[in-house]
Antibody, heavy 118, light 108 residues
Framework: QIHLVQSGAVLKRPGASVNVSCKAS????????IHWIRQAPGQGPEWMGR????????IYAQKFKGRVTMTRDTSTSTAYMEVSGLTSDDTAVYYC???????????WGQGTLVTVSS | EVVLTQSPGTLSLSPGERVTLSCRAS???????LAWYQQKPGQVPRLLIY???SRATGIPDRFSGSGSGAEFTLTINRLEPEDFAVYYC?????????FGQGTKVEIK
C-alpha cells in the first residue's frame, strides 16, 4: 500500500523555523514528485511547492520563495520541508502529497499541525 | 495565478438527491487539467476526479466530472450519507497549482 507518513504536531514561537518530514512507502520514491500543501483553519488548501526526489529539483510558489526549503533523502524515501520566519499566519495543517507528471495529488500524508503562538 | 471560484458556498440537501457543484477558473485551463477532492471534517483530502472527468481508483460511479475551458462541474448522483463533506477543485494547468475555496454539502 502507498503511504506518506508525516512527523507530529509542533508548537513554534513567532520568528522560529519548523521542519516537517514525510516518509514514503509502497512506491518508488524517485519516480514521482512530492508536493507540500497547507491548509489554514477553515480555509481551502494552498500549494506551497514540490520536489523531484530523483534529482532534488524544486519549484516553489512565489509566495513562499526565500522562506521555504524542500529537501529529500532518497536513502530513507523521506521528504522534508523547512519553513522559516514563522508568523501566526503560518498556523495550519501542512500536508505532503504525491503526484506524477500531472500535478493532481494522490495520496496525501496525514497532515502535520503547525501552531505558531507566543 | 489561476483563481478558482466554487459555487455555491454551501448546499443543504437530503440523502438520495442529486447535486451539481460548479468550479469556474479565471482563465481557460489547458487540456482539462482539473481535479476534484473530497474532505470530511478532521480528515485528509481525497482525490475523486482528475483530468476533469476521470474517476480516481475506488471512487464510486455516482461521482462524475465534466467541463472544459474555464467551466467545470462535479455531479453526485443519489447522495449517500458519507458524501456530506467539503469539495474542492484544483487546477494543474498553470503553476502555481491552485485550489478553489470549497463547497460544503451538508445534510438538510
Amino acid at each position: 500500500q502507498i503511504h506518506l507518513v508525516q512527523s507530529g504536531a509542533v508548537l513554534k514561537r513567532p520568528g522560529a523555523s519548523v521542519n516537517v518530514s514525510c516518509k514514503a512507502s509502497g512506491f518508488t520514491f524517485t519516480a514521482y514528485f512530492i508536493h507540500w500543501i497547507r491548509q489554514a483553519p477553515g480555509q481551502g488548501p494552498e500549494w506551497m511547492g514540490r520536489i523531484r526526489p530523483n534529482d532534488g529539483a524544486t519549484i516553489y510558489a512565489q509566495k513562499f520563495k526565500g522562506r521555504v526549503t524542500m529537501t529529500r533523502d532518497t536513502s530513507t524515501s523521506t521528504a522534508y520541508m523547512e519553513v522559516s520566519g514563522l508568523t501566526s499566519d503560518d498556523t495550519a495543517v501542512y500536508y505532503c502529497a504525491r503526484s506524477g507528471v500531472h500535478n493532481w495529488f494522490d495520496p496525501w500524508g496525514q497532515g502535520t499541525l503547525v501552531t505558531v503562538s507566543s | 495565478e489561476v483563481v478558482l471560484t466554487q459555487s455555491p458556498g454551501t448546499l443543504s440537501l437530503s440523502p438520495g438527491e442529486r447535486v451539481t457543484l460548479s468550479c469556474r477558473a479565471s482563465q481557460s485551463i489547458n487540456s482539462r487539467y482539473l481535479a476534484w477532492y473530497q474532505q470530511k471534517p478532521g480528515q485528509v483530502p481525497r482525490l475523486l476526479i482528475y483530468g476533469a472527468a476521470s474517476r480516481a481508483t475506488g471512487i464510486p460511479d455516482r461521482f462524475s466530472g465534466s467541463g472544459s475551458g474555464a467551466e467545470f462541474t462535479l455531479t453526485i448522483n443519489r447522495l449517500e450519507p458519507e458524501d456530506f463533506a467539503v469539495y474542492y477543485c484544483q487546477q494543474y494547468s498553470n503553476s502555481p497549482w491552485t485550489f478553489g475555496q470549497g463547497t460544503k454539502v451538508e445534510i438538510k
